[in-house]
């Protein structure tokens, strides 16, 4: 049998399961999340981490394109700037005039050391019209005319350009800014570089008459390292900034050629370049990489907490797979299982080539039990029963609850019929054993169907109708036993339907039935005490049919009230005139349940004339009890009339002990089924001993059932029965055969009651 589980001690089943989802699943977890998640991860950091280098390596080379064609842009500009600075004296009447007139004070002062201090000219030069030296400033400071010569070659093709276009009258470049053509060229002078301009000095007003081509020339000089790069330092920023003639720098640093007019590179500026996008990296680096960092740490948090989450769904889903499979109530496996298990089972038998029995169980009147002590104790029931169930099955088989008091067992590897008859047996024995609830003892009887394998076929669909089939047979054949399906029991299911269409015929031609009456005889004395009405049905083909099986099918079907007040009728009109005290009928617990039942009784009894004190109503306890108390107020009417009650049955499908003095009766009838087992191993007469001490201490009388042998007479009588039926005293006998035996004692013949006390 199953073990029973148990979600609170669990710790178990829990590291079971850890052990079982342990080292694949944690390796599956890692391969098909761990790793995905961590390399989409790196990559989409990766992917972002070159974009930001891409970008700022970009941005760097972008700045470093403006600073270069900012150096570019300051020297073509100086460039203009010198010629401009040179007209504010060139273009000037007193210029030319000074000139002519060899005041070579005036000169310096206004044309060389004026530009020297005013404009940072470094040198100055003015040339006559046959290119003849006339002045001479370098460095703010009157020079030697000749040493022009420094500069000549640099200088002529620039004077000689410039004099070709003035005597040709080139205008081209004169603007409002710009007053005159000139001549410049970037070049190295002195070993440095510079730039050297020309202009013709002119008259600004016109009123000099000049022969173009002929004028005096001023030459400009302006070198590009030393201030010039200081300037550049100062307001472009551009760090370390130095000239070079070679193209000589670190791989850091930027360069930017000095290109002359014919586009050759006369040398280089070299600078450390501002670079926006390594300044913006370095700081943004140290926030990425912390960013990355928590990225990584939340994604592993979120990884491990992902798992737990899904180790602990796994554990649920263990959980819900176990609810799924078992019963709540009784923890035994449920339908789901039972029908793998029986798949398992069959499969194992054709295998082994070995027989295997399927049983169904059903309580009798487990339903009366909820009814009357409620839904609590009935399941209780079923979980004493359950372990029951197990107990006799042992672990090798599966016991199921199939629902309400449905249970299975599948028995595995059965030798023969015998064995599968022999656990039969034991389980209704076990469930005949009182059970101890809610402070009382509830009595209650199982009803068995077997169909075994491969006898009665190897398809599980096959099986459980053949067990469901013996089943129903086995409690149509009056409960507490077992049946084992045969072929005829097929054949119940048409006949039960055929059988209820005859006794609703039968009914309406009340000669079918006939009333038998079965003596009860006192146990001390063995004088007769009463009779017990049993109706007969004469089935015009069946032939007669037992109570058995046509009073649970009236009860099924409703006809039962019809069927009792027809043997009440008969039995009280048949009785009134015996001399006999009490004349006991059966009533059905449904009949009890009727609200107008006391009324019908009590009409019977005024039309037949029987005494209300000789009247025994028969109950079984489902009778004494019901939800809307029509039973107790029927009770307690007949009683009231001098009706009395007898508990019928007591000790079979479901009895409390405890219940007894609650129950409005006046007999205890002790089940056959009690009296058979005495002299066998199930302790019976013990059960019996108590009932009837019980009874007696509540101060009811008892009646034992099913008395066949002087043994169990014998012993009834002992222990303080008050009467006794059965077999060994009188079968149940016709009307007529009755009035006989009344006449037969009355004549005081011989008679067999008194012979057997004799005996
Ligand atoms: P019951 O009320 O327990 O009636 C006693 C049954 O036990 C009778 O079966 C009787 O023939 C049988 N019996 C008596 N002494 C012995 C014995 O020594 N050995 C054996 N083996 N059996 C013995 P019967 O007549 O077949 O009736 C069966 C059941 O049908 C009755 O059991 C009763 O519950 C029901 N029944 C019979 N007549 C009526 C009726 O008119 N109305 C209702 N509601 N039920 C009835
Ligand atoms: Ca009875
Ligand atoms: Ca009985």
């Not at 391969?31 to 950091?45: E, K, Q, S, Y």
């Not at 990225?295 to 180790?311: C, F, Y």
């Not at 107008?596 to 009409?603: F, G, K, L």
């Amino acid at each position: 049998m199953d073990a029973t589980f148990q979600p609170n001690n669990n710790k178990n089943s829990v590291s079971e399961m850890t052990g079982y989802f342990g080292h694949p699943s944690r390796r599956r977890f890692i391969l098909r999340t761990v790793i995905p998640f961590f390399t989409v991860a790196i990559v989409l950091n990766l992917v972002a981490a070159g974009l930001l280098y891409w970008s700022t390596a970009e941005a760097d080379r972008i700045a470093i394109e403006r600073q270069r064609a900012l150096v570019d842009l300051v020297v073509s500009q100086l460039k203009a700037t010198i010629a401009h600075e040179q007209e504010s004296v060139t273009v000037w009447d007193d210029a030319v005039e000074g000139i002519r007139a060899g005041n070579g004070e005036w000169l310096d002062l206004n044309l060389g050391s004026w530009m020297n201090t005013y404009f940072g000219h470094d040198s100055a030069y003015i040339i006559g019209p046959r290119d003849q030296p006339i002045y001479a400033s370098i460095e703010g400071a009157v020079a030697e005319p000749g040493r022009l010569s420094d500069i000549w070659s640099q200088t002529k093709p620039l004077v000689d350009e410039l004099r070709g276009r003035l005597r040709s009258g080139d205008e081209t470049g004169i603007s409002d800014r710009v007053l005159t053509i000139g001549a410049s060229e970037i070049a190295r002078v002195s070993g440095r570089p510079a730039i050297i301009s020309v202009k013709p000095i002119v008259s600004d007003s016109g009123e000099i008459e000049q022969v173009a081509g002929e004028e005096y020339f001023h030459i400009a000089v302006r070198h590009l390292d030393d201030s010039l790069v200081q300037e550049l330092k100062d307001n472009y920023l551009l760090d370390g900034l130095r000239f070079t003639w070679t193209d000589d720098h670190a791989p850091h640093e930027a360069v930017s050629p000095l290109v002359d007019s014919t586009g050759d590179a006369l040398g280089y500026y070299v600078w450390s370049p501002y670079r926006p996008g390594s300044v913006v990296f370095g700081h943004v680096w140290p926030v990425l990489t912390g960013m990355f960092v928590i990225g990584m740490g939340a994604l592993s948090g979120l990884l491990l907490v992902l798992r737990s989450r899904s180790l602990s769904l796994n554990r649920t889903q263990a959980e819900i797979r176990h609810l799924a499979t078992h019963d709540i109530l009784t923890g035994l496996p449920n339908r789901v299982q039972f029908e793998m298990r029986l798949a398992e089972a069959l499969a194992a038998a054709e295998v082994e080539g070995r027989a295997m029995a399927l049983l169904y169980l059903d309580l009798d009147r487990f339903k009366e039990v909820n009814d009357t002590l409620g839904h609590p104790t009935g399941d209780m029931l079923l979980r004493q029963f359950a372990e029951r169930l197990g107990q006799v099955v042992g672990e090798a088989n599966t016991v199921v609850r199939l629902g309400g008091d449905e249970f299975t067992i599948i028995l595995r590897g059965i030798a023969d019929q015998d064995e599968v008859e022999q656990i039969c047996t034991k389980l209704v024995e076990t469930a005949r054993h009182p059970f101890e609830l809610a402070d009382t003892q509830i009595f209650i009887g199982v009803s068995i169907g077997v169909a075994i394998a491969p006898k009665d076929g190897t398809a599980a669909i096959d099986l459980t109708r053949k067990a469901d089939i013996a089943l129903y047979s086995a409690k149509a054949n009056g409960r507490s036993g077992y049946a084992i399906f045969s072929r005829e029991m097929e054949a119940l299911i048409t006949e039960r339907r055929e059988l209820e269409r005859d006794l609703r015929a039968a009914l309406t031609a009340p000669e079918q039935f006939d009333i038998h009456y079965q003596p009860l005889f006192a146990a001390r004395d063995h004088d007769i005490a009463g009779v017990e009405a049993l109706v007969r049905w004469n089935h015009p083909v069946r032939g007669r049919i037992s109570p058995d099986v046509f009073i649970p099918l009236a009860e099924e079907t409703g006809l039962i009230e019809q069927l009792g007040e027809l043997v009440l009728r008969r039995a009280c009109a048949a009785a009134s005139d015996w001399p006999v005290e009490t004349l006991a009928v059966n009533v059905s617990a449904l009949e009890m349940k009727s609200p107008t039942y006391a009324m019908r009784v009590a009409s019977i009894l005024m039309s037949t004339g029987l005494s209300p004190h000789r009247l025994e109503l028969e109950v079984t306890e489902t009778g004494m009890s019901d939800r809307d108390g029509n039973c107790q107020t029927n009770i307690a009417a007949l009683r009231e009339l001098g009706v009395r009650f007898a508990l019928d049955d007591f000790g079979t499908g479901f009895s409390s002990l405890g219940r007894l003095q609650e129950l409005d009766v006046d007999r205890i009838k002790i089940d056959r089924s009690f009296v058979t087992g005495f002299g066998t191993d199930n302790g019976d007469e013990a059960i019996v001993r108590a009932i009837i001490d019980l009874a007696k201490a509540t101060g009811l009388k008892t009646t034992a059932e099913g008395v066949e042998t002087i043994e169990q007479d014998r012993f009834l009588g002992e222990i303080g029965c008050d009467d006794l039926q059965g077999f060994l005293l009188s079968r149940p006998i016709p009307a007529v055969e009755v009035e006989a035996l009344f006449a037969d004692r009355l004549s005081g013949r011989h008679q067999r009651a008194s012979t057997l006390q004799n005996a």
